[in-house]
Nanobody, 129 residues
Framework: QVQLVESGGGSVQSGGSLRLSCAASGNSYYYYTMAWFRQAPGKEREGVSCINWSDGSTYYPNSVKGRFTISRDSAKKTLYLQMNSLKPEDTAMYYC??????????????????????WGQGTQVTVSS
């Protein structure tokens, strides 16, 4: 099992940047595929990035591609999300999640989301115009 704790959220103006962190505890962190999801009030949860344990490949939806960067430091058991050029529509609660020994294709469809069994408590990101 793995426990996840996010940090780094806050309030920024449009065009600003934030860096989210997700500290993991537990064993075998290396073998978890990691992802960031977000959920805004009244909206469905959506995946914003994932990074695969097996080859380090990363995926992003078009809504954040070119602005967000996911990375991980396995030695520190920490996942990051660098968010640049933030927009008001990025406002949401951001969650870190882990999936054991699986491959994320970036579709973030229902089947893929179900693979992510471990979740943090979330960190709020608010972008004002």
């Amino acid at each position: 099992q793995v426990q996840l704790v996010e940090s780094g959220g806050g309030s920024v103006q449009s065009g600003g940047s934030l860096r989210l962190s997700c500290a993991a505890s537990g064993n075998s962190y290396y073998y978890y595929t990691m992802a960031w999801f977000r959920q805004a009030p009244g909206k469905e949860r959506e995946g914003v990035s994932c990074i695969n344990w097996s080859d380090g490949s990363t995926y992003y939806p078009n809504s954040v591609k070119g602005r967000f960067t996911i990375s991980r430091d396995s030695a520190k058991k920490t996942l990051y999300l660098q968010m640049n050029s933030l927009k008001p529509e990025d406002t949401a609660m951001y969650y870190c999640s882990a999936a054991w020994h699986t491959y994320c294709s970036g579709s973030f469809d229902t089947k893929e989301q179900r693979q992510f069994a471990y979740w943090g408590q979330g960190t709020q990101v608010t972008v004002s115009s």
